[in-house]
């Protein structure tokens, strides 16, 4: 595999990370069922990546050990991806979760291919640098909404709405979040 295809696999791995680690965060913060071993874990693989990623950008290559702990983080992520999508019926709360994390961990990915353009002096599409600021807006305002939550005062049923809304068009696109999942393997063989 190439540096870049490498890179391109650890921006991916990062991002479903994102998901479990903010989606559990959420649950925390909003006094929902937290699994504390998939937070500490998801927390613990961030940080891992967080320090590999500068590494991988300096020297272009993953040594033998980083690729196979890379690889051990991958099919661990898998499995916590497993559980990710609650069964029906869905809360209100769960809805938020999923919706938060998916903001999160797609907020990641993008900035993720900015750098890889960056790095690997590729043109990355436009919508990429656009979408900056829509993943901030978004993020902010789920910040605001577990914020409300945490401080036990009442959403407002409009942005109650928005949530469900954002959280259908999350639910339509399951299937290839998952499959995305299952394509980071290639990046690493």
Do not use: C
């Not at 693989?45 to 950008?57: A, Q, R, S, V």
């Not at 656009?130 to 959403?155: C, G, N, P, S, W």
């Not at 299937?175 to 990046?187: E, G, H, N, T």
């Amino acid at each position: 595999m190439s540096a870049q295809q490498q890179y391109n696999g650890l921006i991916l791995l990062a991002s479903y990370i994102q998901r479990i680690y903010i989606a559990e965060t959420i649950n925390e913060r909003t006094g929902q069922q937290v699994s504390s071993a998939r937070l500490s874990q998801a927390k613990k693989y961030l940080d891992e990546l967080n320090m590999l990623m500068p590494l991988f950008e300096q020297t272009r290559t993953l040594t033998d050990t980083q690729l196979q702990r890379v690889k051990e983080i991958t099919a661990s992520t898998k499995h916590f991806m497993e559980g990710y999508f609650p069964q029906s019926p869905v809360t209100f709360l769960q809805k938020l979760a999923i919706v938060g994390s998916s903001l999160y961990g797609e907020q990641a990915m993008n900035a993720g291919v900015l750098r890889l353009g960056q790095l690997f002096q590729k043109e990355v599409g436009k919508d990429f640098a656009m979408r900056v600021k829509f993943y901030e807006e978004r993020t902010q305002f789920i910040d605001a909404v577990v914020h409300t939550l945490y401080q036990h005062e009442e959403l407002e049923e409009n942005l109650q709405q928005i949530i469900a809304n954002w959280f259908e068009g999350i639910i339509a696109n399951r299937q290839y979040v998952l499959q995305d999942m299952d394509k980071i393997d290639q990046f690493f063989a």
